[in-house]
């Protein structure tokens, strides 16, 4: 069973920036396309950006050109570089494999909150 564990959450002030981790086990790391997650408050999670296994990315225009995803396979980790932070960026952030559902094992995410 995969294991999904996301740290590296916490509060900045508009316009900071946050390096978000993902440490994944459980699965091959190195054939695993890792998702990126966000529920905001009265919101439902809403996929924002994605990494193949081969390093192929894409995001959503509201991140795109803040954001970027990069993955270090040696250390079956993912991460989430958000730069230019708004405070409509305040969720809770969570990983897990591309197109994954609520019926997928989720792991605990970790709070962003962006405000002055």
């Known amino acids: 069973q995969v294991q999904l564990v996301e740290s590296g959450g916490g509060s900045v002030q508009p316009g900071g920036s946050l390096r978000l981790s993902c440490a994944v086990s459980?699965?091959?790391?190195?054939?695993?396309?890792v998702g990126w997650y966000r529920k905001a408050p009265g919101t439902h999670c809403e996929p924002f950006a994605g990494?193949?296994?081969?390093?192929?990315?894409t995001y959503v225009d509201s991140v795109k050109d803040r954001f970027t995803i990069p993955r270090d396979n040696a250390k079956n980790t993912a991460y989430l570089q958000m730069n230019r932070l708004q405070p409509k960026d305040t969720a809770v952030y969570y990983c897990?494999?591309?197109?994954?559902?609520?019926?997928?094992?989720w792991g605990q995410g970790t709070q962003v909150t962006v405000s002055s």
């Open positions: 990494i193949t296994a081969r390093g192929t990315t």
């Open positions: 897990n494999r591309l197109f994954a559902t609520a019926d997928d094992s």
């Open positions: 459980g699965s091959t790391f190195d054939v695993f396309a």
